[in-house]
Structure formats: C-alpha cells, structure tokens
C-alpha cells in the first residue's frame, strides 16, 4: 500500500498534533503535584517587639512589614520594608540599627541586613554598608562589603569589617582614610 506523500504528511501531522496537546494536560497535572505553597505562617504590619532577658529589654524592634515564615524546614522572618532596632547592652547603652530589609533564621540565629545600612553607637560611632550580618548568639557584625566608619577620629573606608556590638572591638580589612592621631610617629 503506497500513499501519496501529503498524506502521510497530514497523518505525522495528526498524531504529533494529538500528542502534544496529551502530553500538556498531563504536564500541568504534575506541575500542580509537585508546586508547594511558599506562604508566610503569619503575617504582620506595623510591628513592635521588645525582647527581654531577666526582666531587662535587650532589643526594641520596629518594622512596618514581618512575614513569619516558620512553618517551613528551614524558618525565618523576613523584613520586607525594612527594620529600625535598638540593641541595648547589660549597662543599658544602645546601639542603633536601620536597613532596608532584613532576614532573620531561627535555626542560625543569623540576621541578614540589606539595603543602606546604618549602624550607630551612643559613642557617636557609626557604620554605613550595603549589606552586614548580625551574630545574635556572639553579638558580633561582620562583612565583606565596603563600608564607611565615622567616629570621633574620623572617616575611615574599607571593605571588609567585623565588630562586636558595643564597637569596642573592630578588625576591618582594606581600609583607607584620614584618621586623628595623638602619636606623631605614625
């Protein structure tokens, strides 16, 4: 049986056709199966928590957005519009904390800080970078982005930093500037 060639074109045509459109339903089928929803457990505006130690506030947290996502394997809280904290130490001095955003992971006690972030101390010291991390368990900073430290000595630039909370101890890499010093050897 010989047929004519335009239709054994029209019959791939067909067939290719029929399976295409088969094989799409079923696609979709198990796009839905294996989609899992990435829903915040709670959702939060205007939020302002005070956390405690012993009766003392430790930390002031002030956020118009908070998405709690701790139903999921890996939790965290995402700080979608950004977050204002005030960190107070056992003698009762602040440190200031603003960035455009921030995540926090409950199973590292890592707080991720994103977008402008400004760091300042009672001292005056202060801190500016684009992106730092916060050690909750240490209480300690760090970066390897640039920065900028302003304090009573004057305006250093560098990238690369890590500090404890109260600035009392600071190693910073790459750094250049003009620094006060009261040692004319230097």
Known sequence: MNLPKRYIISLVTVIAVTLFFGCESNFKEVQKINFSEFVPGSDADTVNIKYTD??????????PKMLDYSNLEFPFTEFPKGIDV???DKKEKRTYILANYAVSYKNTGIIDLIGKVKITSEEGQVLETEQLYFDQKNEWFYTERKF???????VSYG???????DFKVINSQRISGEIESSDDKI
């Open 86 to 88: 005030t960190l107070y």
């Open 148 to 154: 900028r430290l302003t304090d009573a000595k004057g």
């Open 54 to 63: 012993s009766g003392r506030i430790t930390v002031v947290l002030i956020s």
């Open 159 to 165: 990238q690369g930093i890590d500090f404890s909370k």
